[in-house]
């Protein structure tokens, strides 16, 4: 026979709307729901009589559960009025409560509901045969039936074994399946109801406290379920991350998640000497590492980390990360239109490349806006030459069209890295498509490299960057073309370009191929202000010429 939650339940409902007095053991392990599937009981089913709820927790006397115990009954069903006749005043909390438990009668106390739980975090001050002794007390004298929620496992059996047969009768063993503990709770779950059970199904987790947990933290990141409606992919990486992540610090609190995935990674890539990390390897069973094989923190992993360290979500990155993933998104549908497009042109015998053109140029134009983030210029460059081949009469229309782009294309190639050879060739295919473009890259050059050079710190970058890196790029020809006059007015507002300059000079780098231009002028300025400076200033530029003659 299957035991489930509900054969418990109808069993304990059967038992307390009984007139008789039992001991009812509900035992299992810590987390499982036993309080709470009480409480419930309770609530949806006995609310009309009498009952009484008693945690041992923080409890170091006898006093203290007789004084709670007669506190919660008092108020139930006409106890107040008992009290009033009983000592004329109504003073019970002014003196010693428990003397009052001989004023009632054994009627008072029958079919009454005590329920003690919290055995295994009994204070060492408070014996726990004391408590069974009561417990025994109100259910052999009193009439009451009683009820222990505990987990055996964490209980010293002999002081339990002495008392069991005269205080229980009945004994549950309370295992929920992994549904009956979710059943439990699932009302308080408002956002991304599709995902939990089947994440605690497949890790095997019946543990109410981790389950809550786990809910609360789905709970606080509800406000991005709305915009994540039509991107299925991006809503589950973003509900795996607070699935596995809340879950992981239920478990263990402050876990370093970094090093946890620098753990998995290390042991994924060196199988053969794997590091050993018994708590690690328990955590990371709650992981699903999907395609990579380890843990993996990308940039929503992190944002979820800082959440369960602060309990607050960083909204407005969590957001930026998300706009980048429906962007790419829609740029990879995109791309893959293009594919399509492309293939069926040459394979679809049935597909003209009239047609070809049509929808070819129709994608780039709808996409114009972003077409630098969709395709690369190489390929970009490739489609406008697809269209001009199969739709000669509207070579200038695409031609004009691909202008404007390739500028924005460019612009961009020559932000990046100028010195690779691959750029360097595509700046080179842009710069060819039409003279428009050549002039357009000529322009750019002078401006970017009047730029370069219009500030005092962007020269003194310029010169200090070399002699960092023991190596340069284009800092030779920039600097040759700085204005002599400009470095004179730099050396009269900065001191420390004075310093770098003197830096720079002693410095062999200096005398190497173009450099030494902008040494020349350097020293021009330096000796002119030794000429026409106040005498101060004369004195100054005398003692570093001096000193770069020693030198």
């Known amino acids: 026979m299957i035991i489930t939650t509900n054969t418990i339940q109808d069993r304990l409902i059967e038992l307390l709307n ?19 599937f009480w409480n419930q009981l309770i609530e949806e089913k ?18 203290q559960i007789k004084n709670d115990l007669l506190l919660q009954i008092y108020t139930q069903n006409g106890f107040v009025k008992k009290i009033k006749d009983k000592v004329g005043s109504f003073k019970l909390y002014g003196m010693d409560i428990s003397l009052a438990l001989s004023w009632f009668e054994k009627k008072d106390f029958e079919n009454v509901i005590v329920c003690f739980d919290d055995f295994e975090r009994i204070s060492d001050k408070l014996k726990l045969k004391d408590v069974l002794g009561l417990i025994s007390e109100l259910k052999e004298q009193k009439k009451c039936t009683v009820v222990l929620i505990l987990n055996k496992d964490e209980l010293r059996e002999d002081d339990l074994s002495k008392y069991k047969d005269k205080i229980v009768d009945y004994d549950f063993n309370y295992e929920p399946t992994v549904a009956e503990s979710f059943s439990l709770i699932k009302d308080n779950l408002k956002s991304f109801k599709a995902y939990p059970l089947e ?37 589950k990486e973003l509900v795996e991350n607070i699935l596995e992540i809340s879950t992981i610090n239920a478990l263990k609190l402050s ?40 843990f993996y923190m990308s ?22 990360s998300i706009n980048e993933r429906i962007k790419k998104q829609k740029y990879s549908s995109i791309q893959e239109q293009i ?47 697809q269209l001009e081949e199969f739709d000669s009469e509207n070579i200038e229309k695409y031609k004009k069209f691909a202008i404007d782009l390739l500028k924005k294309y460019l612009y961009i190639e020559l932000k990046g890295d100028r010195y690779s050879r691959w750029v360097n060739q595509t700046i080179s295919n842009i710069k060819n498509f039409d003279i428009a473009l050549n002039d357009y890259y000529n322009d750019f050059e002078k401006n970017m490299k009047n730029e370069k050079i219009s500030s005092l710190e962007s020269i003194t970058n310029l010169m200090l960057n070399p002699i960092r890196k023991s190596s340069w790029g284009e800092e030779p020809d920039l600097l040759a073309q700085v204005n002599e006059n400009d470095i004179e007015q730099y050396f009269y507002q900065d001191m420390n370009f004075v310093d770098d ?18 040494r020349n002028k350097l020293l021009n300025v330096i000796k002119r202000i030794n000429q026409n400076g106040n005498k101060d200033q004369q004195v100054k530029m005398k003692k570093i010429l001096e000193y770069l003659k020693e030198e």
Do not use: P
């Open 255 to 294: 876990v370093d998640f970094e090093k946890l995935s620098k753990y998995s990674m290390q042991n994924y890539l060196d199988k053969k000497n794997k590091e050993k990390n018994e708590d690690y390897d328990q955590l990371l069973k709650y992981i699903n590492f999907g395609y990579s094989g380890y």
């Open 46 to 63: 006995f609310s009309a009589k009498k009952t009484a709820y008693i945690s041992l927790f923080g409890v170091e006397t006898i006093q």
């Open 199 to 235: 994440y605690f199904q497949k890790y095997k987790i019946n543990n109410i406290r981790i389950m809550k947990r786990v809910i609360n933290a789905l709970n606080d990141y509800a406000c991005f379920e709305e915009s994540l409606k039509d991107f299925k992919d991006i809503e």
């Open 18 to 36: 009984s007139t008789q007095s039992f001991g009812i053991a509900l035992n299992g392990k810590w987390g499982v729901g036993k309080t709470f």
């Open 501 to 518: 300059s003197l830096t720079f000079l002693v410095n062999s780098i200096s005398r190497h191929g173009n450099f030494k231009i902008f």
């Open 299 to 320: 940039d929503i992993t992190y944002n979820v980390v800082d959440y369960i360290k602060n309990s607050i979500v960083d909204k407005d990155s969590l957001q930026q």
């Open 339 to 385: 594919r399509k497009c492309t293939h069926k042109a040459r394979y679809d015998l049935n597909y003209s490349y009239n047609q070809y053109t049509k929808d070819l140029f129709n994608i780039l134009e709808s996409n114009q806006n972003n077409i630098t983030e969709i395709i690369n210029a190489d390929n970009f460059l490739f489609y406008i030459q």
